[in-house]
């Protein structure tokens, strides 16, 4: 994920990603959020949400992406949070992790990526 929005949402939801870009022998966030900014919005929107329904001692422990889907590892959550982490990683399914639509999107890949379809063909042109 770009630089400025992991800033963004590191300054918004505050300490949650205080180990952004820390110590990799003592945090997996040391590598930054690992997707595509096309789930930028999915995972500000969660954070948004989950804001009022957590405690101080929350915090987010690792985003990245994993067989095609997002991934949302945090601890001090509450049970509504973890539902509610629980249904974006599954609508992270039918969103393209580069750009963000919902349009044409499929779950597919020798490593397995939610793109669109002109996402996908970009990255096979690589």
């Known amino acids: 994920m770009d630089k400025a929005k992991e800033k963004q949402l ?12 820390g110590d990799p022998t003592k945090t997996c ?12 919005p999915l995972i500000y929107d969660l954070c948004k949400a989950i ?17 095609g ?7 001090g959550g509450s049970r509504e949070a973890y539902d509610l982490i629980s249904k974006a990683e599954n609508d992270s399914f ?5 750009c ?6 499929t779950v597919e890949g020798g490593w397995i990526l939610t793109l ?6 970009n990255r096979n042109k690589k």
């Open 10 to 21: 590191q300054d918004e939801f505050a300490p949650w990603f205080e180990n952004l870009y």
């Open 29 to 40: 966030l040391a590598w930054g959020l690992c997707v595509g900014d096309g789930w930028y």
């Open 51 to 67: 804001k009022p329904l957590v405690g101080p001692e929350f915090r987010v422990e690792q985003v990245k992406e994993k067989f």
């Open 69 to 75: 889907g997002l991934r949302f590892y945090c601890v």
């Open 94 to 98: 039918t969103i393209c992790e580069e």
């Open 100 to 105: 963000g639509t919902k349009e044409d999107v």
């Open 116 to 121: 669109c379809k002109t996402c996908r063909a």
